[in-house]
């Protein structure tokens, strides 16, 4: 039996999700982004300074780096606290 807080949450989710694009990525079409990165033709990726933490963009690149769809190319380079 689901509790009251629970239902609220959900509620909130839902409402949530109409404006936030993320939480349908799991079913949205990537075949578009699949072939962009099968074509990527640069040496590096350089991310620099994107503001509050790197660590989701980097830990997205490690998981993926062992797929083959990041098989070898490109060099992710992250630059985090460019005022040091």
């Known amino acids: ?16 999700k109409e404006d936030i694009g993320y939480y349908n990525f799991v079913s949205q079409d990537t075949s578009e982004f699949r072939h962009d990165a099968e074509n990527v033709r ?6 620099v300074g994107i503001g ?5 963009t980097s ?6 780096k062992h797929t083959k769809i990041l098989n ?11 005022d040091k």
């Open 1 to 16: 039996m689901p509790y009251k807080a629970d239902e609220k949450l959900f509620d909130e989710i839902v409402m949530e």
């Open 59 to 64: 830990a997205i690149y490690d998981f993926l």
């Open 42 to 47: 640069q040496k590096y990726i350089a991310v």
């Open 72 to 82: 070898k190319k490109p060099v992710f380079l992250v630059f985090d606290e460019t």
């Open 52 to 56: 509050g933490s790197i660590l989701g």
